[in-house]
């Protein structure tokens, strides 16, 4: 459903209606979110560390890695304030 931009805008800010159907979600980016791929070598006792835990909370190795270090910055972000 196609409608103006001043409709549109009426609309969301009379705050009674649900704008989803007006959106096209299959555009939206999350800027600085997109994935970009990193090499790094650990050592095996590390893989092993990793693998064991991300068995024991039933996650990937690849998840445990990426919530842990986002863990740490935002350890240090809030550090740094």
Same mark, same amino acid.
């Given at each position: 459903?196609? $409608?103006?931009?001043?409709?549109?805008?009426?609309?969301?800010?009379?705050?009674?209606?649900?704008?989803?159907?007006?959106?096209?979600?299959?555009?939206?980016?999350?800027?600085?979110?997109?994935?970009?791929?990193?090499?790094?070598?650990?050592?095996? !006792?590390?893989?092993?560390?990793?693998?064991?835990?991300?068995?024991? $909370?039933?996650?990937?190795?690849?998840?445990?890695?990426?919530? !842990?270090?986002?863990?740490?910055?935002?350890?240090?972000?809030?550090?740094?304030?």
């Amino acid at each position: 459903m196609k $409608i103006s931009v001043e409709e549109f805008d009426e609309m969301f800010d009379s705050g009674e209606v649900d704008m989803t159907p007006y959106l096209d979600m299959s555009t939206f980016r999350r800027p600085r979110h997109e994935a970009k791929r990193v090499n790094v070598d650990f050592p095996q !006792w590390m893989v092993d560390s990793l693998d064991q835990e991300a068995a024991r $909370i039933g996650v990937t190795r690849q998840s445990i890695i990426k919530t !842990w270090i986002a863990e740490r910055i935002d350890l240090l972000n809030r550090a740094a304030m």
